[in-house]
């Protein structure tokens, strides 16, 4: 019995810590938001967050669209490698699809964009590639 409470508690405190990197991603300070993804980044590729993401994953979304778009090289690189690891998460069913066709157009603009990084280029054209195999519904 306590070791299921004792998992529980840990449970809270991981979805609790990652509300607040979710938070973090709208901060003023680049920073932060760089911070705050390399977090997301390390909880997302090291754990199956599933349950917890798809009731967020509107949220979180439009906060990686934020940075995306206001981002510059290190934070748009971090925010595609963090909308992969969302894609995967999400899997292949209806909910990873509507993540990949909202961002997909950003994707495309960071990555023709020959202004943005060049790390900040690849990552999205790592994301469009794995989500759309993942998650697009459209074999095109």
């Given at each position: 019995g306590s070791e299921a409470a004792s998992e529980q508690g840990q449970e809270e405190e991981v979805e609790d810590r990652l509300k607040e990197h979710m938070d973090n991603l709208l901060d003023k300070s680049a920073k932060a938001r760089q911070a705050a993804l390399q977090?997301?980044?390390l909880a997302l590729s090291s754990k199956t967050l599933s349950e917890f993401l798809l009731e967020r994953r509107l949220t979180l979304t439009d906060s990686l669209e934020k940075c995306l778009k206001k981002g510059k090289g290190e934070e748009?690189?971090?925010?595609?490698?963090v909308l992969t690891l969302l894609c995967l998460q999400m899997g292949s069913g209806p909910?990873?699809?509507?993540v990949?066709?909202?961002?997909?157009?950003l994707l495309v603009s960071v990555l023709t964009d020959?202004?943005?990084?060049?790390?900040?280029r690849q990552s999205c054209a790592t994301a469009l590639g794995m989500c759309c195999y993942i998650?697009?519904?459209?074999?095109?």
């Open positions: 977090s997301l980044r748009q690189s971090l925010a595609g490698t909910e990873g699809e509507e990949f066709r909202s961002l997909k157009p020959s202004t943005a990084s060049p790390s900040a998650a697009a519904a459209d074999l095109e």
